[in-house]
C-alpha cells in the first residue's frame, strides 16, 4: 500500500477541519460562511479517495479568492487553506494515489477458436485486401 499523496492528504485533512469549523461555526453565529466550511469539508471527505486532486485546486482557487476579496480577521484561514490547496494540487502531479482511479484494460480472451483471426457468425475478419471471406462450413 503506498502513502497518500500530498492532494489526498489536504482533501483529507482540511476537509474534516473545515466540517469541524463549520459545525462548531453554528454555534456563535449563522454566517454563510459556515454554510461554505460545511459544504466544503464535507465534499473534501466524499471525494478524498477518488478526486483529491481536483478538489485541491478548486478549494484552493475558492478560499484564496475569498482571501483576497475579504482580507478581515478570518482573511489569513482563508489564505492558508487556499494556498496550501494549490500546493497540494501541484505537488501531487503523477502521484500514483491521485491519479484518476481507471479500471485497467482486460486482455481479449481467445474464445472464438483460439486463432487470432475474429470470427463472426460465419465471417472472418478482412484479408489484406480488405474483403470479407465466408468460411467453409
Request: hydrophobic share 45%.
Amino acid at each position: 500500500m503506498e502513502p497518500p499523496g500530498p492532494a489526498r492528504l489536504y482533501a483529507t485533512l482540511v476537509g474534516a477541519a473545515l466540517f469541524v469549523a463549520g459545525l462548531v461555526g453554528f454555534f456563535h453565529d449563522l454566517s454563510w460562511l459556515n454554510y461554505l466550511y460545511l459544504a466544503s469539508g464535507t465534499i473534501g471527505l466524499l471525494v478524498a479517495g477518488v478526486a483529491a486532486r481536483p478538489y485541491a485546486l478548486g478549494a484552493g482557487l475558492i478560499y484564496t479568492g475569498l482571501a483576497i476579496a475579504d482580507f478581515s480577521d478570518r482573511g489569513w484561514p482563508h489564505l492558508a487553506v487556499g494556498l496550501l490547496g494549490l500546493a497540494a494540487f501541484a505537488a501531487s502531479r503523477g502521484f500514483k494515489s491521485t491519479d484518476d482511479v481507471r479500471k485497467k484494460p482486460r486482455k481479449r480472451s481467445k474464445r472464438l477458436g483460439g486463432t487470432s483471426e475474429t470470427r463472426v457468425r460465419g465471417w472472418r475478419a478482412p484479408d489484406q485486401a480488405g474483403q470479407g471471406r465466408r468460411e467453409a462450413e
